[in-house]
């Protein structure tokens, strides 16, 4: 049988994550005993009334199953309460069968039963308890619809239908969740409806017969309330980090300042020390600046931005940043980070108005390009003996890669590119492997 699954999957895709299928699994204990105690109250009220009429033997082997269920369920509670396993048949083969099929699309064994006891109750209720007081039997009616009204709302609001494992499923199950209410209100009317009801009491029967309506209420509202779970758990986390950055911030910035002012002093005698004492202060107004720009994970590429904003804003430079990346490795966006602090640091520094930032991966190499508006430089100057440029100019070097600038009227584009730090190691093992291949060993 062909069965479609890719309009399903797009169909309920949205509905379905983490964080939403976490928050109705930690409710589905509560919710389980809640809803067994509604089911416990509904079969020992048709019991109670089945015993009052004429055909109770009848009446009864109606109502066994919808019993046995519940006691079932009780006993299940217990355990899950107590956090123990049953030790005695049906006990443990009911949950083997839950165990088995928690978290998915597939109805277990007592899911199945307990469909069949609720209707099986509308069935006394409707068409065997007839000799009994049309008031009891309405009241038996809508005892035995709350039953099963209870069982469609725990199949349609499991957890199973919320978890993102779960995608790809057949699209007759979300057309099925879709009209819960009406499919259930149906088929609790075409068993209860057609019975003999006085006219005294059809009326009200109807009205019993169609508040399995609400069920589709039910299922609607759960995937309100989970659909604005995420966003409100990223905002949170959010103000939380911005909180942290904030007081790191205010702990670590005046003696961070004290330092690169005392490393200032000897940066002639010491100019690493002094780059380690700007590079930590730069570090600590990037973090201002992520909690400023919004959501980014500083392990993102797009939070590379934060240190071209940080040194563009320091001297009210206009400033445009483009990264076309994904993804980048630790080690390369650390080094695509010095890149852009040394490249932007001297375009701001030769008192550039407008930069233009670009990073891209292109035919293997990662590459950033700085375009500004700054006077030319002069001769000589940029990558000499001891500069930053210079040192940056050696790194790439050792990648592969290389620092190169192209000056038209008006504007210079400084390109900084080199392999991938992983991609670069594979290449240097495949060289000393090419090397040990062509070497003595191999000739002899």
Known sequence: ?????????????????????????????????RA??????????????ALHSDRWPSALLLWLPAAVCVVLQLVQAHHERAESLPRRWPATALHADLSRKNGRHA???????????????????????????????????????????STACAIFTDHAWFNPDERGRPVWHEMLRWVSG???????????L???????????AVVVCLTPLLVSLRVRDADLALAHLAPLVAEEAHAGRELVISETHGALSTHLRLLEQEARGVRSSAPTLYELAVSANARLRETMTLAR???????????????????ARAVGAEVNVDIDADHLGREDR?????????????????????????????QGLLVIEVEDD???????????????????????????????????????????????????????????????????????
């Open 293 to 311: 720009i919004g959501e980014v994970s500083s392990t993102t590429p797009a939070s590379l931005a934060a240190s071209v904003l940080t040194l």
């Open 36 to 49: 067994t105690a509604v089911r416990c109250v509904a079969v020992a009220t048709v019991g109670a009334g």
């Open 374 to 444: 700054a006077p030319p430089m002069p001769v000589g100057v940029w990558k000499s003996p001891g500069t930053s440029s210079a040192r940056l100019q050696t790194r790439l070097a050792g990648l592969q890669g290389s620092l190169t600038c192209e000056e038209e009227a008006g504007t210079k584009t400084v390109r900084a590119r080199w392999v991938p730090q992983g991609a670069a190691a594979e290449r240097r093992q495949g060289d000393d492997h090419d090397d040990d291949v062509g070497g003595p060993g191999a000739a002899g």
């Open 194 to 204: 057609p019975a003999d009801w006085p006219e005294s009491t059809w009326l009200a």
């Open 182 to 192: 009406p499919l259930t209100a149906g088929l609790v009317s075409v068993l209860a």
């Open 107 to 149: 109805i277990a064994v007592e899911t199945y039963a307990e469909i069949v006891g609720g209707l099986l109750l509308v069935v006394l209720a409707s068409w065997v308890a007839t000799d009994l007081p049309p008031l009891l039997r309405l009241v038996m009616l809508a005892a035995a619809v709350g039953h099963f009204t």
């Open 334 to 362: 650390e080094l695509a980070r010095i890149v852009l602090s040394d490249l932007v640091g001297n375009a701001v520094n030769a008192g550039a108005g407008l930069i233009a930032v670009h990073l891209a991966q292109r």
């Open 1 to 33: 049988m062909l069965v479609s699954t890719g309009w399903g999957s797009q169909w309920g895709q949205g509905r379905r994550g983490r964080l939403a299928y976490l928050t109705m699994l930690r409710r589905s204990s509560t919710y389980n005993l």
